[in-house]
C-alpha cells in the first residue's frame, strides 16, 4: 500500500497512531519512498477496507501517491541554510492547483515535478519531468524551470536524464500558469 504524504510531513503524534495500524495491518515495517511517502509491504487483500478506513481517519487516504499531484520538494528556506527559495511553499500550491483544477491528473504517474531549493539539488530538480530550483536574482526569490528530465523510475521509462532549463527565471506567483503550460 503507498500512501502519498504532503512533502513526507507528519508529526511524531501520528507516527505513533501510524506504527500500530501498520503493526496490525501490514508487516512491522514502514519503508519511506524516494517522492516522500510511505509504504506499507505485505498487506493481505482482505485487509484493505479496514486499514484504508484508519488511514483515512490520519488524512492518509488521499489519492496520487507518485502522480503529478505527487510533488516531491527539499525543505528550502523551511529548514535549510542553504535555501534560497521555499520549495515546500511551491509544492504545496503546486498541489493545489493540480488537485482543484487537474483532478484527473491525480491517476496520472507519467509525470514527475521535482523541485529544490537551491543548487544541492536535494529535491531531484534536474531529475523531474518537469524541474523546478529556487535561484535568486537581486535579493528575489524566483524559480528556474526545466523539462524533460527522468529519475530511471518506471516513470522515466528505465532511464535516467537531466532536464533541459526552459525559458527565462519566473517569480513565485507565476509558477501556476508555467507548470500549467
Not at 66 to 72: F, H, N
Request: glycine residues 10%; proline residues 4%; aromatic residues 6%.
Amino acid at each position: 500500500v503507498n500512501i502519498k504524504i504532503l512533502l513526507g510531513n507528519f508529526s511524531s503524534d501520528t507516527a505513533r497512531v501510524l506504527a500500530p495500524i501498520v503493526e496490525k495491518y501490514a508487516a512491522d515495517d514502514i519503508r519511506i519512498t524516494v517522492n516522500q511517502g510511505l509504504l506499507l509491504k505485505y498487506v493481505p487483500k482482505e485487509a484493505l477496507p479496514a486499514l484504508f478506513q484508519e488511514l483515512d481517519k490520519l488524512n492518509f487516504a488521499e489519492p496520487g501517491f507518485d502522480s503529478v499531484a505527487d510533488i516531491t520538494a527539499c525543505p528550502g528556506t523551511d529548514t535549510c541554510n542553504l535555501g534560497i527559495s521555499s520549495s515546500t511553499g511551491i509544492a504545496k500550491e503546486l498541489e493545489r492547483v493540480v488537485i482543484e483544477e487537474y483532478p484527473d491528473l491525480l491517476f496520472n504517474n507519467d509525470i514527475k515535478i521535482k523541485i529544490s531549493g537551491c543548487m544541492n539539488s536535494c529535491g531531484h530538480h534536474h531529475a523531474g519531468h518537469i524541474g523546478i530550483l529556487g535561484v535568486d536574482k537581486d535579493g528575489d526569490e524566483w524559480y528556474q524551470v526545466s523539462i524533460g528530465g527522468a529519475d530511471g523510475s518506471d516513470a522515466g521509462r528505465g532511464r535516467s536524464s537531466i532536464g533541459k532549463v526552459i525559458g527565462p527565471s519566473f517569480k513565485a506567483e507565476a509558477m501556476p500558469d508555467v507548470v500549467a503550460r
